[in-house]
């Protein structure tokens, strides 16, 4: 007989990642074995398997924190990037090199409403920085750029502004997964499911008693009694360093 998630008290206490590790792993040796051997209806494991990784997908959402300190980071690097350039094309203007005073004088003329740049919203931000470094890329101007030295820095400013997108893109995507799901609710269809395929192979199993339906259910009742055990463990250790803090502070009292 299959053990349920249900059938163990850490169930509702593990956290997120330790579920998905469990899922996980159920997951995989249903694909090890195979669907179709065990009966298992293409629908049915296509939705777990849909379920589990949304639940990845939430758990991506603790980290939107790191994005948001990486999206400063860039944004920090691109500003940065863009006020070297724009610093350059203004110096060069007075340059006894005619070639590239008048080099900067044009570059000057498009970029010199660009200064207050990093005050603007962030998308405003992106959308301003695109437009510039389209004009930057344009046959009359890569000229000018190039007279000027800043070859090197526009390319890197243009990768950066390409981090920064791809960035703020991952965010909303995870932000907007958010918003329509919660771990609460995408472990309880799981369960729900998890039941319903262990059901299915379980009664398969008696109709059709073999190695491998032995073997497979005693590897995931083993996969689920490990979790049980690891989690025992975790919450242990977890005492004991309570009590060692405990200790600490009553000494130094």
Not at 192 to 205: G, R
């Amino acid at each position: 007989m299959f053990l349920r998630f249900k059938d163990f008290g850490f169930a509702k206490r593990c956290n997120k990642a330790e579920y998905a590790s469990i899922s996980g792993a159920f997951i995989e040796r249903i694909e090890e074995v195979g669907a179709e051997s065990l009966h298992i209806p293409d629908e049915l494991f296509r939705l777990y398997k849909e379920k589990h990784h949304i639940l990845l997908s939430i758990i991506g959402i603790s980290r939107i924190s790191d994005e948001t300190g990486r999206i400063a980071l860039l944004s920090s690097q691109l500003i940065m990037m863009l006020k070297y350039i724009l610093s350059v094309i203004r110096s060069a203007r007075t340059l006894v090199d005619k070639k590239k005073s008048s080099a900067a004088i044009c570059l000057y003329n498009l970029t010199k409403n660009h200064t207050k740049t990093r005050r603007l919203p962030q998308m405003q931000k992106l959308a301003t920085i695109n437009s510039l470094l389209g004009e930057f890329s344009k046959p009359e101007l890569a000229v000018h750029i190039k007279t000027l030295g800043l070859d090197a820095e526009v390319e890197q400013l243009m990768q950066l502004n390409a981090d920064y997108e791809s960035l703020i893109e991952s965010r909303s995507d995870t932000q907007i997964i958010n918003h329509q799901y919660t771990s609460k609710a995408i472990r309880k269809e799981m369960d729900e499911l998890y039941d319903a395929i262990t059901s299915i192979v379980w009664s398969f199993s008696i109709i059709e008693p073999s190695e491998m339906y032995t073997r497979f259910i005693k590897t995931i009742n083993k996969i689920l009694a490990d979790a049980q055990r690891a989690y025992n463990q975790r919450r242990a250790q977890s005492s004991t360093n309570q009590d060692d803090d405990d200790a600490t502070e009553d000494a130094l009292d």
